[in-house]
């Protein structure tokens, strides 16, 4: 069993993107986020039969200064593209997403571009502010 296929997008010691690929596979739970991110990454595993116990998770005033988002590709192709705030917003690497492909967006620019009509299950954190107060364009 191919155990889980993860690539981490960094520059000068910043997180950019984490990806989890398609074709990745775990025999048991794998995270692969840092435990200080904001949006914990990573895969479930468990072998037919498992049953968690019924439960909730605690309430803990969290303070998040970043907000990372989180696509899953189910349909399409889409391409990303990094961008090094600390060098003059310059682009520095491209990743093609596919079908099952899961990036995790950590920190730093990005841009989208649709390679062929997608649709992908995207997660961040809220509450949602508006477009004005979520994003800055370069």
């Given at each position: 069993m191919?155990d889980i296929?993860y690539?981490?997008?960094e520059?000068?010691?910043v997180v950019f993107?984490?990806i989890i690929?398609?074709?990745s596979?775990t025999?048991?739970?794998?995270f692969v986020?840092?435990d200080?991110?904001?949006?914990?990454?990573g895969?479930?595993a468990h072998?037919?039969g498992?049953?968690?116990a019924?439960?909730?998770h605690?309430?803990i005033?969290?303070?998040?200064?970043n907000?990372?988002?989180m696509?899953?590709?189910q349909?399409?192709k889409?391409k990303?593209t990094?961008?090094?705030?600390?060098?003059?917003?310059?682009?520095f690497?491209?990743v093609i997403?596919n079908?099952?492909?899961?990036i995790n967006?950590?920190?730093?620019g990005?841009s989208?571009?649709?390679l062929e009509s997608?649709?992908?299950?995207s997660?961040?954190?809220?509450?949602?502010?508006?477009?004005?107060?979520d994003?800055?364009?370069?």
């Amino acid at each position: 069993m191919k155990d889980i296929y993860y690539e981490k997008i960094e520059k000068n010691g910043v997180v950019f993107a984490e990806i989890i690929y398609a074709n990745s596979s775990t025999p048991i739970t794998k995270f692969v986020s840092d435990d200080k991110q904001s949006l914990q990454f990573g895969l479930l595993a468990h072998e037919a039969g498992f049953i968690e116990a019924p439960h909730y998770h605690k309430p803990i005033k969290r303070v998040i200064n970043n907000l990372e988002q989180m696509f899953v590709v189910q349909r399409g192709k889409i391409k990303i593209t990094f961008f090094d705030l600390n060098d003059g917003n310059k682009a520095f690497r491209n990743v093609i997403l596919n079908v099952g492909d899961a990036i995790n967006l950590v920190d730093g620019g990005h841009s989208l571009e649709v390679l062929e009509s997608m649709q992908c299950i995207s997660v961040k954190q809220g509450p949602f502010m508006g477009d004005a107060n979520d994003k800055i364009e370069f």
